[in-house]
């Protein structure tokens, strides 16, 4: 991305302006109408026909699914901190519909699942929509779409190509040239795009959790925060689970907490956890405002390798994410690597490129946060324990969306019989596994800065992202 603003000193003066008075704080947990936590897990006599393992949307909707399946039986959920502290609480709320990070990426693994998956993608992401309004969870829900947009002259290509591949599927798109992407949004870097209209919703991802925690409790689940499972054993027939505080015995137990060691330790050599980052803005003017159109308030996201995603919040404030990607050696998870200045010195220089227009803007919260990747990009399914244990992970950055159809997933496959899901090719597979520590850091170092190397020259692979692409291995978020 070509820097837009005056070179030198003045520059590096605008970004540490802008960057000065942040806090560092996720913009939507930073909520008045946060809820109190719940109670925790205690007592060693608790019992439930279905424990879920984490408080964020991958546990909240096995939940939730759970007993809209049957209402008599009996969910708990168990949340290590508080409800959506973690991913699901930080990340930009694109809800897609894509189950497969895309349709490309799709195609590349699993072409004969793909016209099932696009219509389960599709089905999935009407029933979060139905979830939410049914529910009355205020969540900010808008139905904009997606604006995929080319920043460098080899990207128009690869966008037209996807545009192809969408009207394939069915999908409501458009492709635009620079004059009609720049009537959308006007940024000086956009050259041209692809307008999907009708699988990305947005919304505020923290009400999102805390609205299905309420939706739970209102059908008879309970949830216990603060309660960290730390071992989960077989008994008899029942699976129990321990806390510091207390014990839970259940007859069938979901997995739901990704970026995190599994208690299933066969499932960690396939997931690696990646740090993300984002940042917002103070509140646009409307003369701020009309600089950069964006009167149909879509999602965006270019089209890089280390791509930028980026839309309004209800207040217009501008939440203005992604690029970096870092991994941290041994799978290191740790609060204090939620900043990184930076990454988000880096991110408001490419922010006043993309929108020079807003220079003297001010980013008022700058977070991170950590997510699960695997290497095929989206998740995979299995189970544990002779099937009284089930999991969906590896996400990679959509799991707003599809942590839906992963809960429906986990439940298929802990009812024992086969399903139109359990059948798929998608759900029965395995991705191929991350390398063991040092050459875990080695390979994802390698191939990020393969990556960005790939940026730099108009896209071109060299043998290592190559190499990569024919053994099946990746790493994105």
Known sequence: MS?????????????????????????????????DPRE?????????????????????WTALLAKQEDPSRDVVVLEGKTLGWAASGRNGGFCSASLTHGQANGMDWYPEDMPRLERRGRDNLAGIVKTIEDFQIDCKLEKTGELKVATESYQI??????????????????????????????????LGAVNGRDKT??????????????????????????THVEGMTRDGDD????????????????????????????????VVPVYDYAMATEPLTDAQMDTIGWKGRQGVSDAGNQF?????????????????????????????????????????EHFFATFPQLEGTRFTHTWGGVIDTCSRFFPFFGTGYGGRVAYATGYTGLGVGATRFGAQVMLDLLSGEKTELTSLNTVRAKPVPFPPE???????????????????????????LRSLDRFGLGFDS
């Open 157 to 190: 290509g690869d966008l037209a190509a996807d545009y192809e591949r969408m009207l394939d599927f069915g999908d409501d798109a458009e492709l635009l040239d620079q004059a009609a992407t720049r009537a959308l949004v006007n940024s000086p870097t956009y």
């Open 3 to 35: 820097p837009l603003l005056p070179a030198g000193r003045s520059r590096s003066k605008a970004v540490r302006n802008s960057l000065s008075d942040s806090e560092p704080i996720c913009w939507w947990l930073d909520d008045v109408d946060a809820p």
């Open 40 to 60: 925790r897990l205690t007592g060693p006599n608790n019992k439930t026909d279905l424990a879920v393992i984490g408080g964020g949307y991958s546990g909240l």
């Open 308 to 348: 930028h995603y980026y839309r309004l919040t209800d207040d217009n404030c501008i939440l203005w994410g992604g690029y970096d990607v870092i991994y941290h050696y041994g799978n290191r998870i740790d609060p204090v690597l939620d900043q990184r200045p930076e990454t988000f010195k880096r991110l408001a």
């Open 239 to 270: 699976m129990v689970l321990t806390s510091p505080h207390g014990a839970l015995r259940a007859k069938r137990v979901a997995l739901g907490t990704n970026a995190f060691p599994s208690l299933l330790k066969r499932v960690r050599p396939y």
């Open 201 to 226: 919703v947005l919304v505020d991802p923290a009400r999102l959790v805390w609205g299905l925690a309420d939706a739970c409790e209102s059908l008879g689940v309970k949830i216990m925060e603060n």
């Open 438 to 464: 040092p050459l875990r850091s080695a390979v994802i170092n390698m191939t990020r800065w393969s990556a960005a190397r790939a940026d730099a020259r108009a896209g071109h692979r060299n043998l290592w």
